[in-house]
Each structure stands twice: as structure tokens, then as C-alpha cells.
């Protein structure tokens, strides 16, 4: 079984890194030998880095009516239905790059995917500084995540 986290964001975004502040403070505690931990600036780059992978929990940013620090689970069927929306600052929206992926695949595309987003402060979007609520989050999220890779 292949599976992987990957976070995504913006280097130099503020609370928009988020996503690989998870990543790094998962790399740091050690994950199961069968998960890749990886880092991608740009959604449109999951249809190759979701290929062949059982499963896959992707980690980003999000702006939402929600006090920043917080944590929403979602899955991509719930973005595709219009349920959920998270605003994207990388160009193409994660359901667009999933759904991409799915069609464009050839060597089969991860099926099981959950997206974990972190509730950011939108005055936060520069510099190299999480907020002090999205720094606080950073360790609720990793700890979420390895609960994930239970299931």
C-alpha cells in the first residue's frame, strides 16, 4: 500500500504555508514507513503526485466562517457537489485538480483522498510567520492526520 500526505500552500503566504508547516512537523515526529510526506505549490500537480497512491490526505489553507485554527475535514465529492468550496490562491482549485487527475490518469488514480484544511486569518497572507491560532493548530492537524492513516 502506497499512501501519502501532501501539503500544500504558498512559501512566503503567511498562514497560506500552513500546509507545509504540517508537513514539516510530520516529517519531524515520523509517519508509517509506507506514507510519503511531500510539499506542492501547485494543486495542478496532483494528477501526477496522486497516480498510483491507495490513499492520500492533502493539507492546505482556507479562508471560511470559522475562527482561524480551525480545522475542517472534507472529501473531494463534497467539493465537487458544491457543498464545500474552499477558495483557492494557486490558480487551479483543488476539485478541479482532482478531477483532472481522474480523467487524464494512466496508471490509476488515488481513489481515496481526504482534504484536511486549517482555518487561516486572512490578513495573514505574507511574509514567513504562521498567525498565532494557525501556529496553535499546526500540532491538532498532525495529530488528525495520523489518525487518518489509522483508518
Known amino acids: 500500500m ?19 508547516a504540517v508537513s514539516r512537523r510530520l516529517r519531524e515526529v515520523g ?11 501547485a494543486p495542478d500537480r496532483l494528477s501526477w503526485l496522486l497516480e498510483g497512491v491507495d490513499a492520500a490526505v492533502l493539507v492546505d489553507a482556507a479562508v471560511a466562517r470559522a475562527e482561524p485554527g480551525s480545522l475542517l475535514q472534507t472529501t473531494p465529492e463534497e ?15 483543488i476539485g478541479q ?9 494512466p496508471h490509476g488514480f488515488c481513489e481515496k483522498v481526504h482534504l484536511l484544511a486549517v482555518v487561516i ?14 501556529a496553535e493548530a499546526v500540532p491538532r492537524a498532525v495529530a488528525r492526520i495520523l489518525q487518518l492513516l489509522e483508518m
Do not use: K, M, Y
Not at 2 to 19: A, E, K, M, Q
Not at 88 to 93: D, E, Q, T
Not at 123 to 131: A, F, H, M, P
Open 79 to 93: 467539493i465537487a457537489s458544491g457543498d464545500v468550496a474552499p477558495l483557492s490562491s494557486h490558480g487551479l482549485g
Open 31 to 41: 509517519v508509517p514507513t509506507d506514507v510519503d510526506v511531500l510539499d506542492c505549490r
Open 97 to 105: 485538480a482532482l478531477a483532472l487527475g481522474r480523467s487524464v490518469s
Open 121 to 134: 486569518d486572512p490578513r495573514n497572507v505574507q511574509g514567513d510567520e504562521l498567525s498565532p491560532a494557525v
Open 2 to 20: 502506497t499512501r501519502r500526505v501532501i501539503g500544500l500552500g504558498s512559501l512566503g503566504g503567511g498562514d497560506d504555508g500552513v500546509g507545509f
